[in-house]
């Protein structure tokens, strides 16, 4: 089994609708975080957490939310999808002494 | 925040050597450099991470000059299923590991 885990591993739905992307990991790591990645753009950084209460927006964090419920699940929710967020989503996790990611295997969104 | 420059794609043949460069001209004195690899549709993985000299493991180099401005990857001897994405990330912080746009390192038989 993989150690993070995402779901769905591809959504499609309609522009308005409201969209969630989940992420558990068995890893026992304290930081997650969520990625966008769009062709020839790398990935960008949307939003990361250091601990259950911690929230934090990264680089493109206009038009998502997230929520950690619980150490090893961290959601990422688009409240109303729009097509420019057609994207594959990758959710990450690290250790509290290192900068070494792990990444899931992502989750392809189209956004009609 | 270091900014860093690679080369958008590279070529290579079997059994080659590939050196991929990244430029960091304004690497914090804390700054780790990291590099991670991405087969199509699937997340990056970790390959090698310095922070000057030379650091090797069973996959790869890295060099890093005294100036820490630049690092080079080395893949030695590559095959096929090193066709990936290549991409340096320069960051003392958890919360500034940003990725750029990577370079496409396409292996020829």
């Known amino acids: 089994d993989a150690d993070v885990t995402q779901t769905p591993r591809n959504r499609i739905t309609k522009t308005g609708k409201r969209i969630m992307l989940e992420c558990s990991q068995t890893?026992?790591?304290?930081?997650m975080y969520w990625y966008r990645q769009d062709p020839g753009l790398g990935l960008r950084l949307i939003y990361y957490?250091?601990?259950?209460?911690?929230?934090n927006k990264g680089e493109i964090s206009d038009g998502y939310s997230v929520s950690r419920q619980a150490q090893a699940k961290f959601s990422l929710s688009l409240e109303s999808a729009i097509p420019n967020q057609t994207a594959l989503y990758f959710c990450?996790?690290?250790?509290?002494?290192?900068?070494?990611?792990?990444f899931g295997e992502g989750s392809r969104l189209t956004v009609l | 925040l270091a900014k860093t420059t690679q080369p958008i794609s590279m070529d290579s043949y079997e059994g080659q050597e590939v050196n991929i460069t990244c430029s960091h001209n304004?690497?914090?004195?804390?700054?780790?450099i990291t590099w991670y690899q991405q087969f199509p549709s699937q997340g990056p993985r970790f390959i090698i991470q310095?922070?000057?000299t030379k650091v090797t493991n069973e996959v790869a180099s890295l060099f890093i000059p005294a100036d820490r401005k630049s690092s080079t990857l080395s893949l030695p001897r590559v095959s096929l299923s090193d066709t990936a994405v290549y991409y340096c990330?320069?960051?003392?912080?958890?919360?500034?590991?940003?990725f750029g746009t990577g370079t496409r390192l396409q292996v020829f038989p």
């Open positions: 990450a996790t690290s250790g509290s002494a290192t900068l070494e990611l792990f």
């Open positions: 304004n690497i914090a004195t804390n700054d780790y």
């Open positions: 310095g922070y000057k």
């Open positions: 890893k026992g790591h304290d930081r």
């Open positions: 990330l320069v960051a003392s912080r958890p919360d500034k590991l940003i």
């Open positions: 957490s250091f601990d259950v209460k911690d929230i």
